[in-house]
């Protein structure tokens, strides 16, 4: 019986860089499991990507190690097939945050979730378009939505949502916020508008972001075809910011609105401003537009998963 194949494309500057450390380890769960390994160590952005669009019909499996962002990237190169042409991913998050994996219940242990990779289940998830780009599990808007990328990872660890509080009244007094055109189509299929001024906003697929489990309501499914969308008004004092990361952190797994924050489901959002807004896809600066086009993407990829967890 000829081998399957299976490419491992690898940052090796993520997180802690340790993956380097495992590659021999990693190649011989992956032998062990049946597959003959194609290795590519990116080399800078764009190049993943790239590799997984050229590459992708030569192999049975791809499986990337990295943070949040390599996932997002291979996932981006993959989508550029057709949907009969793509192929199942692993991913072994090595990342600070790693949202994603633990959205697939994916171990921390490089050796376990390198088992996964390779003998696992695929699961069938959502995918986000953005323009002409696309996200994995969170499209952000606003000065506020990178401040998990720099708040240390051991202070949101000891100091849970006061880290996020607490860089959030840094910036609160220079706060941008933008007066957006937001069309949504709800989940009945009606078009909807909302027109007001907003500092941030998350359109999600995902039950973690920034490290924090719940931020993006109750009853999410990441194969629903529907995005999480959570819209925060420009808070006028600390105490309605306190108020706004009350909803987001403490209210975790809610999904109640008030005069200050918005939350929805939809399968396509169009978001306009007069003025250029700065957007972060899956934890990586997606640039300043006037106009963004979302779209969810249902049952678009399959990720490897472990096959004992029923969460997923």
């Keep these: 019986m000829d081998d399957k194949r299976v490419l491992f494309i690898y940052n090796p500057n993520a997180g802690k860089g340790v993956i380097p450390k495992h590659l ?60 009969e042409q793509r192929k199942p991913i692993g991913f072994i998050p090595t990342g600070s945050t790693n949202d994603t994996g633990k959205s697939y219940g994916l171990p921390a242990s490089i050796v376990d979730a390198a088992k996964i990779a390779v003998t696992g289940k ?23 939505s990178a401040v998990s990328c720099f708040t240390p990872q ?19 007094l220079h706060l941008d916020a933008y007066d957006l055109k937001i069309t ?3 989940t009945t ?3 909807q508008i909302i027109e007001d001024n907003f500092f941030l906003g998350m359109i999600t697929n995902t039950y973690s ?11 999410v499914d990441l194969q629903d075809g529907l995005f999480e969308v959570v819209l925060c008004k420009r808070p006028r004092s600390l105490g309605q910011f306190s108020k706004i ?10 999904d109640w609105n008030n005069e200050l924050v918005t939350k929805f489901k939809t399968r396509k959002i169009k978001i306009e401003s007069d003025n250029d807004v700065q957007w972060v896809i899956d934890g990586e600066n997606a640039g300043k ?24």
């Design 245 to 254: 990361v009350d909803n987001l952190f403490l209210a975790a797994n809610k």
């Design 24 to 83: 021999d380890e990693v190649t011989e769960i992956f032998e062990k499991a049946g597959y003959s390994v194609g290795l590519y160590r990116t080399k800078g952005p764009g190049d993943g990507p790239k590799e997984v669009t050229e590459k992708a019909e030569m192999f049975d499996l791809i499986v990337c190690s990295g943070g949040d962002g390599t996932l997002s990237g291979i996932v981006s190169g993959m989508m550029k097939l057709p949907r």
């Design 122 to 144: 695929p699961y069938t998830t959502d995918i986000g378009s953005f323009n002409d780009t696309h996200f994995t599990y969170v499209a952000s808007l606003g000065k506020l």
């Design 184 to 186: 949504y189509e709800d």
């Design 289 to 312: 537009h006037k106009r963004v086009d979302i779209e969810n993407d249902h049952h678009a990829i399959e990720i490897m998963v472990d096959k004992n967890n029923k969460s997923v």
């Design 209 to 219: 972001v920034g490290g924090f489990n719940g931020i993006t309501g109750g009853n």
């Design 189 to 191: 299929g009606n078009e």
């Design 154 to 172: 051991e202070v949101k660890k000891r100091w849970g949502y006061l880290a996020y509080l607490a860089e959030g009244i840094k910036v609160l």
